[in-house]
Every structure is written in structure tokens, then in C-alpha cells.
């Protein structure tokens, strides 16, 4: 087993990346500019700001920034604030329970999920997650996607994590918050063999059912079963902690549960981010609200396609 490596910020692969674009007169990736603008929405979404008040805030004209949130988003500024509202974040918790409670055709998935990505997981035994990852070999790389930089990590047997960051010292922080859950393991920075997870993960026409994406979950017992009814919550669609509890047969259990969905450790494919507040507020993240946001507008604009 080699020792823990220090954090290293790896470069991807161009061929394999997700469609992100650095068009020239962005000075950096989509994301960059549309996280300055989903977090002025955030704030002042009760105001309905115009155009162009969030175009200025972004630093473009209002032509330009329309067009670079529709390439990144797939729908309009005006559609991604809908998004983001009170009201459609209670509208997403619409019979919240009886979603965690529906029998799925094919594994965790069905054909009702016509925009999700479809999984196939397996979870570490009790044993095998109490080595703390003894054993264990893992490949990570840091790729572009739609929302920031990801911090891809796998195993042989698949995806055993993702996080994301906004480069510099958050994405070493990101990578040791990732490795740090498994210090007994071997890591090897490998951008070339993870990219091609990022490209499956983050590109919704390469979601397959015939193909599944294939993860591994290492957690307690408890905090896979968390996870796994988090991989039950279709696009479009939200769950409350309390749910999540009940369904589990633990209606006491709903703190614990909070803290099983904040510790998951593959971010967007075993979506904590569908978990909000009773009332609809979003609850926290553990990548930033902001990110939250941006991940629910997003879906949004999936499902209507």
C-alpha cells in the first residue's frame, strides 16, 4: 500500500471533458459567470430582478449573458429564477413520502425517470468499511462539468466518489475531505481514467438504463441505507430528512439522517441535493448553497426538455 499522498490538482483530459465551454470573451468557464448570477438570484429572487440587473451583476451585456445561461442551463434566466422560488421548491416536495415508498421496475430505476441517471450500486460490507479502506485502490482526477470543477474519485469495481470545488485551495480541501474518509486506502491521481466517469455523469444524453453507471457506496450500515433512498428520489422531484426517516422505519431518526446526507460521499449521482426543509427551504449543502441552487435550476431545465 503506498503511503496517503499529499493533495495534488491534477489537469483532465480535453477529449473526455463535458461539454463546458471557455468561450473567448468569458474570461473562464460558464460556471464561473453563472455562479456570480444564481447567487444575486438567490438573494434577491423575491424581487424578480430583470435581465438585465442580473446581467450586470454577472459583469455582461444583457444579449450575452442570456445567451451563455441558456448553453449552460437550458432555459432562460427568467425560467432558472422560477426555478429557485419558494413556491417551486414546495412544489417539488408534492407528496414527498409516497415517492420513497414507490416500487421501481428495473433495480432503483423505472421508466418514469426519463431524465435521471440510471445507477447500479453495490455497497462495502461492515467489514470491509470498518478497514477504513484498507486495501482499497483509488484513481481521482479533477474535471470541468456544469457546475464548477469535480473532484472525481473510483475504484476498480466503480464511481466511490465526487465532490466539486471552484479551483485553487478549495479543490485541495475537496480532495483531502475525500480521502480523509479513507485513510487507510491508496490513491493515484489518474484524470485519464476517471474523466470518462465525469463525461457519463455529467451528460444527460449518455444516461442509459441498458448502461447503468456503476457506483460503490462505503459508509455505516445507516448511512447507506440513507443513500440508498436518495437513489429513489426521481429528477424533478424532493424528499424532507423526516421522509427519509420514516421510510426507514426510524421517524425519530430525522438529525441522523441529516448528518448520513451530508457525509455522502458521490455527490449529484446519489442526489442529496433533492433533500430540502418541510417547508421547502434548501437545507444545507455541503458544497455550498449556492452549488444547490444551481443543481436544482438545472434539473429543472432537464426534466422540461
Not at 438585465?52 to 444579449?63: Q, R, T, V, Y
Not at 447503468?212 to 424532493?238: H, N, S, Y
Amino acid at each position: 500500500m503506498s503511503a496517503h499522498p499529499q493533495p495534488q490538482i491534477v489537469s483532465s483530459d480535453p477529449a473526455i471533458e463535458p461539454a463546458v465551454a471557455t468561450a473567448g470573451e468569458d474570461n473562464g468557464p460558464d460556471y464561473t459567470r453563472v455562479r456570480r448570477a444564481v447567487e444575486f438570484m438567490t438573494e434577491n429572487w423575491q424581487d424578480q430582478p430583470s435581465l438585465e440587473a442580473i446581467a450586470a451583476h454577472a459583469g455582461l451585456s444583457p444579449a450575452h449573458f442570456q445567451r451563455l445561461f441558456k448553453r449552460w442551463a437550458g432555459i432562460s434566466p427568467k425560467g432558472f429564477l422560477q426555478a429557485i422560488t419558494l413556491d417551486h421548491a414546495r412544489a417539488l416536495l408534492r407528496d414527498s413520502a409516497s415517492v420513497l415508498d414507490t416500487t421501481y421496475e428495473v433495480g432503483l430505476s423505472s421508466p418514469a425517470r426519463l431524465h435521471d441517471l440510471f445507477v447500479d450500486y453495490e455497497a462495502m460490507t461492515p467489514g470491509e468499511y470498518k478497514q477504513r479502506g484498507d486495501g482499497i485502490e483509488m484513481a481521482y482526477g479533477f474535471h470541468e462539468c456544469p457546475f464548477g470543477r469535480a473532484l472525481i474519485m473510483a475504484t476498480p469495481r466503480g464511481v466511490s466518489g465526487l465532490a466539486f470545488a471552484d479551483g485553487g485551495e478549495e479543490e485541495e480541501a475537496a480532495l483531502a475531505d475525500m480521502t480523509a474518509r479513507w485513510p487507510k486506502a491508496s490513491f493515484t491521481a489518474d484524470p485519464s481514467h476517471t474523466g470518462s466517469y465525469a463525461g457519463r455523469i455529467f451528460t444527460p444524453e449518455l444516461w442509459q438504463e441498458a448502461d447503468p453507471l456503476k457506483i460503490v457506496l462505503i459508509g455505516t450500515d445507516f448511512e447507506i441505507r440513507v443513500w440508498e433512498a436518495l437513489l429513489q428520489v426521481p429528477m424533478g422531484r424532493a424528499v424532507t430528512y423526516s421522509d427519509i426517516a420514516l421510510h426507514l422505519d426510524n421517524p425519530k431518526a430525522s438529525r441522523a439522517v441529516g448528518s448520513a446526507v451530508g457525509r455522502n460521499p458521490i455527490s449529484f449521482v446519489v442526489p442529496c441535493h433533492r433533500v430540502l426543509r418541510k417547508g421547502g427551504g434548501l437545507g444545507g449543502y455541503h458544497w455550498g448553497i449556492t452549488r444547490k441552487r444551481a443543481i436544482i435550476g438545472w434539473e429543472a431545465a432537464q426534466v422540461a426538455a
